[in-house]
């Protein structure tokens, strides 16, 4: 789905030193998009890759019922910053109505970006965290994400310190020789974001004539403070991308 997306984004183009960005027309259904702003402002914005570059789109708007001063054109700014680097561009806005909005771009960074600035809202940007996982031999009926205590047992709410599981299942599969292979485990602002994908048997391989229901646990290796945390996992099975979301508590 991401590597689709890319493809069939535009050409026109700007590079400054080790950042590129490029507007592009192409709009994508809105689910597929995190976003951040208020009800006066909102910017939207879809990562698409951490390596070997951090590729995102954002678009966004502002609520602006009043003409600008002397007519003025609103320009929007867009801030990135690593531990080596701190840059800010201007993208013009286009006026509709009571809204301007920021065209969308796509731009291309130094994977070592933590942070973007859009307009005075900050993302941070998903780190890598150490996490280990094992295959278990029966997982949900449906594909998802579950939440696990000590005990493989489901649970919303874990006490500060308290071992926290995440199980993905693939769902029922008519035959063996399925299996869930977690890919990356990313945290950022109470957020992990986790993808995963299915592999499945090879044409003609001995498998168990039975139906299974492969799944993976993974143990985050984060210790999280108190709080209430949102995980969203990418899970692709034979070049399908679903996603998943599930909120637990620490507390």
């Not at 840059?87 to 509709?96: F, K, L, P, T, W």
């Not at 780190?127 to 005990?151: A, C, Y």
């Not at 485990?185 to 299915?198: C, G, K, S, T």
């Amino acid at each position: 789905m991401r590597l689709t997306i890319v493809l069939l984004l535009g050409v026109s183009s700007v590079v400054l030193a080790m950042i590129y960005y490029v507007p592009v027309g192409k709009m994508f259904p809105s689910e597929l998009y995190e976003w951040v702003g208020t009800k006066s402002a909102n910017f939207q914005y879809m990562v698409l890759s951490y390596e070997p570059d951090l590729v995102v789109l954002v678009k966004g708007w502002i609520f602006s019922p009043a003409p600008l001063p002397e007519q003025k054109e609103y320009v929007f700014k867009i801030g990135f910053e690593s531990e080596n680097f701190k840059h800010e561009i201007a993208v013009n806005g286009q006026r509709s109505g009571i809204y301007i909005y920021m065209p969308q771009h796509l731009f291309i960074l130094p994977s070592s970006t933590k942070l973007l600035d859009l307009n005075g809202f900050v993302v941070e940007i998903p780190k890598r965290v150490t996490f280990s996982s094992k295959q278990i031999s029966r997982g949900g009926m449906e594909p998802g994400i579950h939440t696990l205590d000590e005990s493989m047992k489901e649970t919303r709410v874990f006490e500060k310190g308290q071992k926290i599981l995440l199980r993905v299942d693939a769902g029922e599969k008519s035959t063996g020789g399925y299996s869930v292979r977690i890919d990356e485990v990313r945290f950022a602002d109470r957020r992990i974001y986790l993808r995963a994908h299915v592999e499945s048997p090879e044409p003609g391989a001995m498998v168990t004539q039975a139906i299974t229901y492969p799944a993976a646990v993974i143990e985050i290796q984060e210790q999280l403070e108190p709080g209430l945390y949102t995980v969203k996992c990418v899970l692709i099975d034979r070049n399908v991308e679903k996603t998943f979301e599930i909120e637990f508590e620490v507390r």
